[in-house]
């Protein structure tokens, strides 16, 4: 599992200062769709491109950073969490070399675990600011997948899974305060993608009861 000692470095071009004196108070996790994680990180440093992440892990756990954490790496792209639009200005964002078609590797999730722990540390982000690009884009993006073990994550209090307690509440309101756009037309289904995947049909007393309990626990941490 690497130490910050270990990581490796390859910078990329594409990145800028973050805007309004904000700092990282999110971390949007994704994957990366290409081939190998060296393909995307030549994507990721390409001018051309005009993309980038901070991190890029690939299956073996190696980890590669590519745009210093203070600065406003181009992964977020169009999409807004908590009613902010400007995501890349307030996240970290960290690339997992993967199709999203298949499971992500032991080294790989431990690499993530490892890095997670440091983010979090250095900026003060709680498991509730450890999100998929699917949370904070729905409909434009679906990484990190129904592959991706959040709940794994949240085992270890690196992102946040509801609880089994009861709650009685409105789907909308509760999934609103946890920081879904719920002008997005495609929000429910990126909720249900990530907490729900199984399920079928409307939203019903469960998506409910999840999204309660959701709040919840972000609240507690």
Same mark, same amino acid.
């Given at each position: ?18 805007? *309004?004196?904000?700092?990282?108070? =999110? ?7 290409? *081939? ?7 994507? =990721? ?11 890029? $892990?690939? #299956? ?5 950073? =590519? ?24 996240? $970290? ?21 490892? =890095? ?10 709680? #498991? ?17 997948? #129904? ?15 509801? *609880? ?27 909720? !249900? ?19 309660? !309990? ?6 507690? *941490?």
């Amino acid at each position: 599992m690497p130490s910050k000692t270990d990581i490796l470095h390859q910078p990329s071009p594409n990145f800028g200062e973050r805007r *309004d004196g904000q700092r990282p108070e =999110l971390i949007v996790i994704h994957y990366t769709a290409m *081939d190998s994680a060296q393909a995307a990180i030549d994507w =990721l440093c390409n001018p051309e491109a005009e993309v980038s992440a901070h991190y890029v $892990i690939a #299956p073996d756990g190696h980890v590669t950073q =590519l745009v210093a954490e203070e600065m406003r790496a181009w992964h977020a792209g169009v999409g807004s969490w908590q009613g902010q639009s400007d995501v890349n200005s307030r996240s $970290i964002g960290i690339e997992l070399s993967n199709k999203g078609d298949h499971p992500f590797s032991a080294k790989q999730m431990d690499a993530l675990e490892v =890095l997670l722990r440091g983010i979090k540390k250095r900026w003060g982000i709680g #498991p509730d600011g450890v999100i998929g690009h699917s949370d904070m884009s729905p409909g434009r993006k679906i990484d990190p997948g #129904p592959k991706f073990d959040w709940q794994r994550l949240a085992r270890q209090e690196l992102a946040i899974w509801p *609880d089994q307690g009861n709650a009685d509440a409105d789907w909308e309101s509760c999934a609103k305060n946890v920081g879904y756009d719920l002008e997005n037309p495609n929000c429910f289904a990126a909720f !249900r993608a990530r907490f729900r995947p199984w399920a079928e049909g409307p939203c019903d007393a469960e998506d409910a009861r999840i999204a309660a !309990r959701l709040g919840l626990v972000a609240r507690r *941490d």
